[in-house]
């Protein structure tokens, strides 16, 4: 399927000095489809993979960029299953919100290996952790209860949102985050990924993701204001 409706926001990254606003909608999000579709599809993803979960999730109507470091994030309510379909080819124009990290201990990063099963980047590393912005939670608190669920790993201190990037192969607004670790993980991973380790981010392991690509550059300028402090 074509992402011609999303090329113009490619290349799209803000910089932030300060957590991005969320400003949630009235009114819910619309599918550009057939409701009959999505539903249709989402249940051909659930036989794959009966741990998706159609929880509550924005769509993004719109970013703004505000004058000193921050940024405004439009979005209405709706639910996984609205961007999960688009991977079998169903177009429900869904554009999601997401929260990573870059988490590091001793200037190395975390990267994961995703699952086979995946509803996104299956096979694929990326940094970890990874997950959607929750109705009602703080992206940084998000990510730092991913680094828990997903890595089994406490965080050192609390998420600092470092930039806003837009990724085109799945259709979702990223907020990327510096996150320091107590520790490197000591347990296997949840069924997200196939592998957790600890690289240096001259030595990204590949297959890489898209959106891991995308963030080599903001983990540079993490990797390197830790070195310089």
Known sequence: MSDAPYANLAQRLVWLRRPPRI????????????TQLIDDAWQQLRQGNSKLSDGPVFHVVGVHRDGHGGATIHVAPTTYRMNAVRLVGIASGFVGLGTRAVAHWNGNVLVGLRAANCASYPNQWEFAPAGGVEPNEDPAVGIERE?????????KGRAIAQALFFDPVV????????????????????????KLEMVALASMPEPMSACARQMQEIARRIMENNQAV
């Open 23 to 34: 400003l949630v909608g009235d009114d819910p999000f619309v599918a550009a489809c057939a």
């Open 171 to 194: 259709a979702t607004w990223e907020i990327a985050h510096e996150l320091a670790m107590t520790q490197p993980p000591d347990a296997p991973p949840n069924w997200e990924y196939q």
């Open 147 to 155: 680094l828990l669920e997903e890595c089994g790993v406490q965080a």
